[in-house]
């Protein structure tokens, strides 16, 4: 099994100590944050049969890393098709304003691991973050993808979680 080089683990804690540092010194500035929850998804093959499934992620990110923009991870883990299904994306995200109601919309990339075959998408995001309190809110999220895999898939996933902020 190979090791991260020393120098990714380097910028790695650099980053996360310059989104704490900075938050020390502005309130409204990058929030680390993590978030759980569960996504119903809708498979509509073209040429192919229409399936559902649920799955149960598990996201994290940095809100305002420059301005209203943000970076969010996400895995998921579920039952898609009559089996295990496994899910990674990365994409970019977009929170508007500030308050208790806050639209977000977003772009990314997912990979789908699951019934043996590997399959990459590019998908949007689109949704909303009701804020309980400084520390916990209720996000509200629709994301469609187009996947790639030996014929066009177009899939919508539709999820609610909660996100904590340490």
């Known amino acids: ?9 380097v910028l790695l804690i650099g980053l996360l100590g310059s989104v704490y540092a900075q938050r020390a010194t502005d309130p409204s500035g990058p929030r680390l944050y993590l978030e759980t929850g569960t996504t119903a998804s809708m498979e509509l093959f073209f040429a192919q049969e229409t399936f559902f499934g649920m799955q149960l992620g598990f996201q994290g990110g940095v809100k305002g890393l420059a301005g209203p923009f943000g970076v969010g991870g996400q ?12 899910n990674l994306g990365l994409e970019g995200l977009f929170h508007f304003g500030q308050g208790e109601l806050v639209p977000l919309a977003g772009l990314g990339f997912r990979v789908f ?54």
């Open 75 to 86: 895995f998921s883990i579920g039952v898609q098709g009559g089996g295990a299904a496994f």
């Open 113 to 166: 691991f699951g019934g043996g075959q590997t399959v990459f998408g590019l998908g949007a995001a689109a949704g909303a973050e009701f804020a309980f309190n400084r520390n916990v809110s209720l996000v509200a999220t629709v994301r469609p993808t187009l996947w790639f895999a030996g014929g066009t898939v177009f899939g919508m996933g539709i999820g609610t979680g909660f996100r904590i902020y340490p």
């Open 1 to 9: 099994m190979k090791r991260m080089p020393l120098m990714v683990w």
